[in-house]
């Protein structure tokens, strides 16, 4: 969903700050409210500026801070430095502009969606345009609460327009009463919005039946972590399978193709349910674009070649190891490159594979995207997702050991998602190690590396990434191959002496081993693990972490790492106390609103 121009500028002149923060007042210049929610297109129209703050260009929410910044740092990736004040390097204060802003933009989103849905009672618009932008506005107005309830625990819910300056002092609510308005909300709209079908596969910004149902199976497993109440499970389950059962869904069959649809703005909604979609044009006339894309990847300073990258996130060697050999997402995930002197004209200098630490962070790369988006310095169009299918399949799998211990169904959701990982439908056998057994004389970094031979379809491509004195000391993979039958051949120029001995990958690889689920707690770990080599960079783990109540020893239990491996962002580590399990309430709202006196959270009065 490409926002829309919003023809009307309802909800538009909605201060944030003082007293009239959500007051909503119409133009003289515009239409009235009273003539304008008559036609489906107006409805739609309205219904945009709810979809609106997802990608605020504050970068406040997906555009930066909620895709990146407030994610980290935690046992997946950090800054490659610990300088300045952010959310990212524990030192913010509740003053921080982006905990304000954030605040701000959801609640915002929530002002708009109970304005919209007010004025759905009167529409004269036809009832089944009627219904779906209502069931869109009430999972939006959910989904807003769920983003709120998750980063700061108690926090006012607000189900009706501010009308009155006394509308805005409303005081945190339970998490619980919270939690089971949005599961209102949303199991309201599940029954309203379309399917993904009736949206057509390239619909991935507005949410569809089996978005709002795996949402649902999210919020549901985060309510029984964050309440400590199983209770919710069962729902959990439910709805996640509803969005197996619908058929409407599955998984794209190479790992790295869905990060390349995203930087290029091509929608695919069998696996993505729902994205955040950002656009940028060249000229920049008309843009609500993002900045994580280009915060993201190694580092590059030539925007003309390759796309502007800061490459300011690296993975932690902890992270990088708890892939194992023949995962083809973890060097996507994960850079195994960089470019000489920053500057993609130049070229990549490709990782050893034995440095698991200080690598940047790549699953979106601006190479990918058009010469006229990669053009753009700091700003792009790449979209953000929301809900993979992979995560629906990991959540269901969560909820479901977590009731009933291991079992064949909820194993197969786990090996459905790592069969994919190691490429078994996509490459079958490939390459997945290379070993120097003979390292040889006379080579350089630029000899090259050739596969011929062992019956793939596609053969394989390495690159000398280290070499002493002649002889090589490593080499890395740039692309394992397809569908091997017996070793290859490997040939190397410009030396002589080297013997490099392969490994090939067997289908049955990715497949869980009975040690993996010999129990319930047993089982519990290894998907929490799946769900980092999965998911990493998209916004979850730190939540994740939240609702496991293991935030604190996580990175607890990274100091010594980080000591030892990266010592130049252990601040970043050391600064983390108690007080980092949820955000502080922004000063600005702790010092307006009278009923949050005293109620700021634990460790940021």
């Known amino acids: 969903m490409k926002k829309q121009v919003i023809t009307l500028s309802i909800l538009l002149s909605i201060s944030l700050s003082g007293c009239e923060k959500f007051l909503t007042e119409l133009p003289q210049d515009t239409a009235s409210p009273e003539t304008f929610f008559q036609t489906g297109d107006q409805l739609t129209s309205a219904l945009m500026s709810v979809y609106s703050p997802l990608g605020s260009t504050d970068e406040s929410t997906y555009s930066r801070f909620l895709s990146l910044e407030a994610d980290a740092a935690t046992d997946e990736f950090s800054l490659r430095s610990a300088g300045g004040i952010a959310a990212n390097t524990y030192n913010a204060s ?54 709120l309830v998750s980063y700061w625990g108690d926090v006012p819910l607000r189900l009706t327009t501010t009308k009155q300056a006394s509308d805005v002092n409303r005081p945190r609510t339970p998490a619980k009463e919270v939690y089971d308005q949005i599961i209102k909300d949303m199991t309201e709209a599940e029954a309203l919005v379309k399917t993904a079908t009736a949206w057509g596969v390239t619909i991935t910004g507005r949410v569809s039946k089996t978005a709002v149902e795996g949402i649902l199976s999210r919020v549901n497993l985060h309510a ?30 190479d790992y790295k193709q869905i990060f390349i ?12 349910l729902w994205e955040v979609e950002f656009l940028r044009d060249a ?78 962070l790549a699953k979106w790369r ?50 459905q998602v790592r069969r994919r990982a190691y490429g078994v439908t996509l490459v079958g056998r490939n390459i997945k ?47 394992g191959g397809a569908n091997y039958t017996t070793n290859p051949t490997i040939t190397i120029t410009g030396g002589t002496g080297a013997v490099i001995t392969p490994t090939i990958s067997n289908i049955s690889d990715p497949e869980l081993l009975p040690a993996d689920y010999s129990s319930l707690p047993v089982f519990n770990t290894f998907i929490v693990k799946e769900r980092s080599r999965e ?10 972490l939240y609702r496991w109540g293991t935030f604190l020893t996580t990175m607890q239990a990274m100091i010594p790492i980080i000591t030892t491996n990266f010592s130049t962002v252990l601040a970043a580590y050391t600064n983390v106390s108690a007080r980092d399990v949820a955000f502080p309430i922004p000063i600005q709202e702790m010092s307006l609103n009278p009923a949050m006196a005293g109620k700021q959270n634990p460790g940021w009065e």
């Open 433 to 479: 190690t290379l070993r120097v057994t003979t390292a040889g004389t006379g080579y350089t970094l630029n000899s090259i590396v050739t596969f011929s031979g062992g019956g793939a379809t596609k053969d394989a491509k390495a690159v000398i990434s280290a070499v002493s004195s002649g002889r090589i000391t490593a080499i890395t993979i740039v692309d």
């Open 366 to 415: 601006r190479e990918y995207q058009s010469p006229a988006a990669a053009a753009i310095k700091n700003f792009g169009p790449t979209n953000f997702p929301l809900l993979r299918y992979s995560d629906v399949l990991l959540t269901l799998a969560e909820a479901d050991n977590l009731i009933n211990g291991p079992t064949a169904e909820n194993i197969e959701y786990v090996n």
């Open 261 to 272: 649809n995203q930087s290029q703005d091509v929608n695919d909604n069998k696996e993505c």
């Open 224 to 253: 029984a972590g964050r309440l400590k109440d199983n209770s919710y499970l069962p729902a959990a389950v439910s709805w996640g399978k509803k969005v197996i059962a619908s058929n409407e869904h599955r998984l794209n069959p």
């Open 94 to 147: 509740a003053s921080y502009i982006n905990f304000t802003r954030c605040w701000n933009n959801l609640y915002l989103g929530i002002e708009r969606a109970n304005f919209l849905l007010e004025k759905l009672e009167t529409s004269t618009a036809p009832l089944a345009d009627k219904n779906q932008v209502k069931g869109e506005a009430l999972f939006l107005r959910g989904y807003y609460h769920f983003l």
């Open 535 to 544: 998911l990493t960079g998209e916004g979850h783990h730190k939540l994740d």
């Open 283 to 360: 000229t920049g006339i008309y843009s609500e674009y993002e900045r994580f894309g280009s915060t993201y990847g190694p580092q590059n300073n030539n925007e003309k070649v390759g796309g502007f990258m800061q490459g300011v996130y690296y993975a932690t060697g902890t992270l990088y190891s708890s892939y194992a050999d023949g995962d083809l997402r973890r060097d996507w995930t994960i850079s195994n490159y960089l470019y000489v002197n920053t500057d993609a004209a130049q070229g990549k200098v490709y990782t050893n594979p034995a440095t698991a630490w200080r690598r940047p």
